[in-house]
């Protein structure tokens, strides 16, 4: 089961992270784990350690507003899984976040070894949901899969520029905070309203704050 892979583990909270590495170590001989308490930290875990093969994503680190963490992943690091591990058991929540890119979703309060088979399918290429989620009515998610589909589009900076459009920023403020000229975020911003069918800055900032409130309960 993965005897050398390397997790890394996004929670705020220490204990979780050290109960659940104690938990999965005796089950993956050789296994490392990479911590991380926040979405600052997670993105330095990621870029120094490129080669990680599973990422465990707390849905509601420091940093994290929805599904915007998991988006950003998905957009600079495609080929790195991610599993979401929450404290939430809400079916179409897991469901949703699957639809976001995420390649699993673990109640925090699985037994160890539910969390162990979840892992290991996931290494294994596998998409891992509880059985609650498995049984949910697809129809539900259309909406919420196109929303994934235009937002998976964007390129690493046209998902940073979009994040700042949604703080209500000026291109000329997004310009100097990304070090590039005005012209080039107005080509972004085209780019973005193109991909993500909207006509205007506000419908763009809803689009994003969809990723957040995804991530709520039904």
């Not at 909270?13 to 938990?23: D, I």
């Not at 170590?25 to 979405?39: D, H, L, Q, T």
């Not at 929540?93 to 639809?99: K, L, N, P, S, Y």
């Not at 046209?158 to 000026?170: K, N, S, T």
Request: proline share 5%.
């Amino acid at each position: 089961m993965g005897e050398s892979a390397r997790i890394i583990v996004a929670d705020d909270h220490p204990l979780f992270r050290e109960a659940l590495q104690q938990a999965l170590a005796p089950m993956m001989p050789g296994v490392s784990f990479i911590e991380a308490e926040s979405f600052e930290s997670l993105q330095a875990a990621v870029g120094d350690c490129e080669d990680a093969d599973l990422v465990l994503l707390d849905l509601e680190m420091p940093g994290a507003q929805g599904f915007s963490v998991l988006a950003w992943l998905r957009t600079q690091y495609p080929a790195l899984p991610v599993v979401l591990v929450s404290a939430t058991s809400d079916a179409g929540v897991m469901r949703r976040a699957v639809d976001f890119g995420a390649s699993g979703f673990i109640p925090k309060s699985s037994p160890a070894e539910t969390i162990s088979e979840a892992i290991a399918a996931v290494l294994e290429g596998e998409i891992w949901l509880p059985e609650a989620a498995l049984a949910l009515d697809d129809s539900t998610l259309s909406e919420h899969e196109e929303l994934a589909r235009r937002v998976a589009s964007l390129t690493p900076q046209q998902f940073r520029v979009l994040d700042m459009l949604a703080e209500g920023l000026l291109n000329k403020q997004i310009a100097a905070e990304l070090q590039v000229s005005e012209a080039t975020i107005k080509a972004h911003v085209t780019a973005i309203f193109r991909k993500l069918g909207v006509r205007s800055r506000t419908q763009a900032a809803v689009a994003a704050r969809r990723l957040e409130t995804s991530a709520r309960p039904d």
